[in-house]
């Protein structure tokens, strides 16, 4: 009997130790990455500037919280004991008071480092050091981890992946964990108890349609993204999310495409982590990125991600159902031409399988509110027509009336 007792204990010990830090994540983060506009060249003053902007520029008010330094902010070699060295130069008063200046401004701050022997930009790797970082990073009061995929040659991901996640629990601080192995090895399946986001594809490039000839890879523009996501929704949810990559807002997009791209992200409950220069955005970019009835579709807290219901002359009809019986719709135009299309909700009852909601306007009335408009469209009582220009969206919430 004791030993049983013993053994169970033993079992549930490990077990808490043998999966990621629960409880963070419980909607897709919010936050600022570094490597978009600036890959490596990043420095203390610039994540002042930007952790400044986050809070002036209303960032911080609709959600954005996470301030992420990517590749490129260690020093070539780790110290003679082992253990990260963050870039002198770039940091000439060293990791904490950067973490120290973010935490003032009540953001939080993250790193990036890699699960291979160096990083991509051929900075330290993590491999065989996985719990010295993790210690590193808990006593830099570092709350978020990305954890990249480069020089990895032969090495399984969900160990590797899962002792990173390990070492980060034991450290007792709560730490985000972002995977980043461009969807590889399919996380989806295994990764809902090691990492609280994962990449679903390789990285993303500031265009809307297509790929971009990068030398030895490519690119992807966001409607391949996008694509790429069939399939994937029943592994998404609170604490776990399917990441397709940051955000090309404002970074060379037209307005419609900005729109189009972040409406989108909104629509599959990504995480939205900025990559723009936020020191000098446009009105409309920041009109974007800060768009709470958007965010409020990405931050539901049911945490069910969209779907595709249906396309019709390059226009993709996706629904992603909402707290109180609401539905968020978006009509996303994948041509390069405007165009009209109509909708009407009384066709059929519309039931997701995977979180048992239904639009159903013949039992129900929905309020139309337009995300982007602001304005209030009737109500579904009648088939909704209207244009959505090229590479755009028109994003509606449909407000169940009782
Ligand atoms: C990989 C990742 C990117 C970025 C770079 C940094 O390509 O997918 O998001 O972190 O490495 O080198």
Request: net charge neutral; proline share 3%.
């Amino acid at each position: 009997m004791k030993k049983i007792t013993f053994i169970l204990l033993f079992a549930s010990f490990s077990h808490a130790y043998s999966q990621k830090t629960q409880g963070l994540a419980l909607t897709p983060p919010l936050g600022w990455n570094s490597w978009n506009t600036f890959q490596t060249n990043i420095n203390e003053q610039l994540v002042k500037d930007i952790a400044d902007v986050m809070v002036s520029s209303g960032m911080k008010d609709a959600g954005y919280e996470y301030l992420v330094l990517d590749d490129g902010w260690m020093a070539m070699e780790r110290d003679k004991n082992g253990n990260l060295v963050a870039d002198p130069k770039k940091f000439p008063h060293g990791i904490k008071a950067v973490a120290d200046y973010v935490h003032s401004k009540g953001l939080k701050f993250g790193l990036y480092n890699c699960a291979g022997t160096k990083t991509c930009a051929g900075y330290p790797g993590t491999r065989g050091y996985e719990y010295q970082d993790a210690r590193y990073y808990a006593a830099h009061d570092v709350d978020y981890l990305k954890f990249d995929w480069c020089n990895t040659e032969g090495i399984n991901a969900k160990e590797a992946y899962t002792t990173m996640s390990k070492a980060l629990a034991t450290t007792g601080r709560p730490i985000v964990f972002s995977m980043c192995e461009w969807g590889q090895n399919k996380p989806w399946e295994w990764a809902e108890n090691v990492g609280h986001l994962w990449r679903t594809t390789g990285d993303i490039s500031n265009i809307f349609a297509g790929t971009k000839d990068m030398g030895t890879w490519h690119a992807l523009g966001v409607l391949k993204i996008i694509d790429l996501q069939k399939g994937l929704r029943k592994y998404a949810g609170p604490g776990h999310w399917n990441d397709p990559d940051m955000l090309e807002v404002g970074n060379g997009l037209t307005e419609a495409e900005n729109r189009a791209h972040f409406s989108m992200w909104c629509m599959l409950a990504a995480p939205l982590i900025a990559g723009n220069d936020l020191r000098n955005m446009s009105t409309e970019t920041k009109n974007i990125l800060i768009n709470k009835d958007a965010i409020a579709v990405d931050q539901d807290k049911m945490g069910i991600e969209g779907f595709a219901y249906a396309e019709k002359d390059s226009v993709e009809t996706w629904l992603k159902p909402l707290q109180n019986g609401d539905w968020a719709v978006c009509f996303l135009n994948r041509s390069t031409h405007p165009v009209s299309f109509e909708m009407n909700w009384k066709e059929k009852p519309i039931f997701d399988s995977l979180s048992k909601a239904s639009l159903d306007a013949e039992k129900n009335s929905y309020q139309i509110f337009n995300i982007w408009s602001k304005k209030t469209e009737g109500t579904t009582n009648h088939t909704f027509k209207a244009t959505v220009g090229a590479h755009d969206v028109v994003m509606l919430r449909l407000k169940k009336e009782n």
